[in-house]
């Protein structure tokens, strides 16, 4: 059993051994588990794939290494590249033309943004600046000023702003300042596994940080990944992931700073324009990771008592969530999947069913 932990900003970490099992050969070479590990996204990247002659696996995960350099370099708000040209010319108010991958990842953001009611906002770049979590490292300093805070939400900036014309973008509201922190990684995850499965790889497990994308399986058995519990150093729970299921975490508990006794999350409630509260740790389990990624955030945000209708209108039906009291929520088709840690969950977990009868905000046409 090969187990993995979830942070939202951690490294993947190997907690039980991995089984032994056969071996194919191609040219005399023998197959291997072969595993490499990238900085990108302010996080360490690992891909690991299974079954396949080292020297293939090595040109594969590489193909896969340059897709997500090239998502780290594009997609980044804060250095120069396509992004940041991109909120150069919106904060100027004119359009910008930008690659079609860039395009399809800000249409799908707009969407996932739209139907969780702005919940999930990739447009609050200004804000996650001045809280100083646009750093790979953690912010120094005290926190910004109420008044500071109160002028950016003022602003209104939302993902909901942004027109395109095929691969033109403009935006009706020049506050908007895109940061894709919060679900480029699970779209970046997707892309480098269509890179490793054109390259011939079938079987592989992709890390970054809080998120995993898995291909096939792990031999006869699929892919195993612990969720990790946020109050202290082991897990909560275990999950089989099938082939091509995503599992994206997001929680305080890894990117954050304190002052004056209070933490400080780099998740942050585009309504208020302050960090989130009330819980700890959300895990979505779906077949889409950047919709997972983005609906861990935006979960996160809704809170105990909104999340289960957030979780419908954005189409994710696999949740756990835990709230900083210690209370353990899973919809039934997350406890389904769950595999408690040895010892049993820590909390008593609460069946949430989610409601059927949620309609998706209508979202802006072009």
């Given at each position: ?102 395009a399809a990842l800000l249409r799908k953001g707009r969407a ?186 935006a979960l996160c945000i809704a809170g105990r008592e909104a ?45 949430v069913s989610l409601p059927e009868d949620v309609t998706p ?6």
């Amino acid at each position: 059993m090969r187990t993995v932990t979830l942070p939202r900003r951690a490294f993947l970490a190997t907690l039980a051994a991995l089984a032994l099992g056969g071996v194919a050969a191609l040219r005399l070479e023998p197959a291997s588990d072969v595993r490499e590990t990238f900085y990108l996204f302010g996080t360490l990247v690992e891909i690991e794939t299974h079954g396949v002659p080292e020297r293939m696996a090595r040109a594969a995960i590489a193909r896969a290494g340059q897709s997500l350099e090239a998502a780290h370099r594009d997609w980044h708000g804060w250095r120069p590249g396509e992004l940041g040209t991109l909120n150069t010319a919106i904060a100027a108010g004119r359009p910008q033309r930008v690659d079609a991958t860039l395009a399809a990842l800000l249409r799908k953001g707009r969407a996932l943004s739209c139907a969780s009611g702005g919940l999930f906002d990739p447009a609050i770049g200004r804000l996650v600046g001045a809280w100083g979590f646009h750093a790979d490292t953690l912010p120094e300093g005290d926190p910004p000023s109420a008044a500071a805070i109160a002028a950016l939400v003022a602003r209104h900036p939302r993902m909901t702003d942004l027109r395109f014309d095929g691969t033109e973008v403009r935006s009706l509201n020049p506050a908007v300042q895109l940061d894709l922190g919060a679900y480029a990684k699970g779209a970046a995850l997707e892309m480098a596994a269509a890179e490793l499965r054109a390259a011939g790889v079938e079987d592989a497990v992709l890390n970054a940080g809080g998120g995993v994308q898995v291909m096939g399986r792990h031999g006869a058995r699929p892919w195993r990944v612990a969720i990790r519990d946020p109050f202290q150093w082991g897990v909560v729970a275990g999950v089989s992931l099938r082939p091509g299921e995503a599992l994206h975490t997001s929680g305080n508990y890894e990117r954050y700073f304190d002052r004056g006794g209070v933490r400080f999350s780099h998740i942050l409630d585009p309504r208020t324009g302050r960090p989130m509260q009330g819980i700890v740790s959300v895990s979505v389990l779906d077949t889409d990771g950047a919709r997972a990624d983005a609906a861990a955030t935006a979960l996160c945000i809704a809170g105990r008592e909104a999340w289960p209708r957030v979780a419908a209108a954005m189409g994710v039906r696999a949740v756990l969530m835990i709230a900083d009291d210690g209370a353990v929520f899973a919809t039934p088709e997350m406890m389904a999947r769950l595999e408690p840690a040895q010892g049993g969950y820590p909390a008593p977990v609460q069946i949430v069913s989610l409601p059927e009868d949620v309609t998706p905000p209508a979202c802006p046409e072009d």
